[in-house]
């Protein structure tokens, strides 16, 4: 199984900010570490180019972001200082998702180890998302002749907004999210699909409705393509989720996800989106787990 990595390209954060950037490290270093992936298949990807992002984002917004004439406003509603290297690692973290999807059509599971950049619109950036990986990634699948339609399994504790919002007059992308109602952002995009959960939703009732969620999805979608976002932020000692869910929840999660896009013969990239654990090392044992899975059903596939 393939694994795209891109955590050497980091960006420069006040002290004390929120957003976990060592947890990219960690992450490629537990992977490293468990012997799941050769050596040879640990591979950073190529950058995105602007001809893929102005397939999901307007070309104002896209010369804002190179040049660094964002506002103040909008700035602050990504969340993140601007500077050339936050740039850098945003193409980069598309790029993973790209290269995720091509090696999935070709082997059938591939992952990144970033992306889920699912907040960001094609006119503006919210929440920590520069731009848009996964339709970036479908439509750049689409555009290559791979594939014709694809369908987004969003299952980030958060409401995949942007990516509703770029796709809605987009018949060859089906969205699905299934999220914590309450949690941001305040303003939910409608997607093909919704599933708002309550706060404190644990295991059982998430699965249950996650179950019929991907079965709905996927009977409507006629996808050829799956693009899986696995937050690790619907744990239930995440700090910007509401949701409870354990370790074992998310494993069983991760696996009921992936053996329906199996059964259904539906090539799946794996991106991780969200995860801010109070303690680093649960979201990168979240993660972690997430790899695990998908390596194992890569294996009984092959």
């Known amino acids: 199984m393939k694994v795209f990595t891109s955590d050497q390209f980091t960006f420069p954060l006040p002290e004390g900010h929120r957003f976990p950037m060592i947890k990219y490290a960690l992450l490629r270093e537990a992977v490293q570490g468990s012997g799941l992936v050769a050596p040879g298949d640990l591979r950073v990807p190529e950058p995105t180019s602007d001809e893929q992002i102005l397939r999901a984002h307007d ?81 750049a699948m689409q555009a290559e002749g791979r594939v014709e339609r694809a369908v ?57 409705a996650l179950e019929d969620g991907v079965r709905e999805a996927l009977g409507r979608a006629g996808a050829g393509l799956a693009i899986y976002l696995a937050g690790a932020d619907p744990y239930e000692g995440d700090l910007l989720g509401r949701l409870a869910l354990t370790k074992e929840g998310l494993a069983r999660r991760d696996r009921l996800v992936l053996e329906m896009c199996r059964q259904a013969g539906l090539p799946v990239a794996v991106v991780l989106a969200g995860g801010y654990g109070r303690y680093v090392q649960d979201t990168v044992e979240i993660h972690l787990q997430t790899v695990c899975v998908s390596a194992e059903l890569a294996a009984q596939s092959g």
């Open 152 to 208: 987004v399994l969003d299952c980030d504790v958060h409401q995949g907004n942007g990516t509703a919002a770029i796709a809605r007059d987009d018949p060859t992308i089906f969205t699905f999210s299934i999220h914590n109602e309450n949690n941001f952002p305040l303003h939910k995009e409608p997607s093909d699909l919704d599933i708002g959960l309550e706060d404190g939703a644990g295991d059982e009732d998430y699965l249950t």
């Open 59 to 139: 070309a104002v917004y896209l010369e804002k972001v190179k040049s660094g004439r964002l506002t103040v406003k909008e700035i602050r509603r990504i969340g993140l200082p601007w500077s050339p290297e936050l740039v850098l690692r945003a193409r980069y973290s598309a790029g993973g998702t790209i290269a995720a999807c091509r090696m999935a059509l070709a082997e059938g599971i591939a992952v990144n180890l970033a992306g889920g950049t699912h907040h960001a619109s094609g006119d503006r950036g919210q929440g920590y998302c520069i731009f848009n990986d996964s339709v970036i990634a479908a439509r």
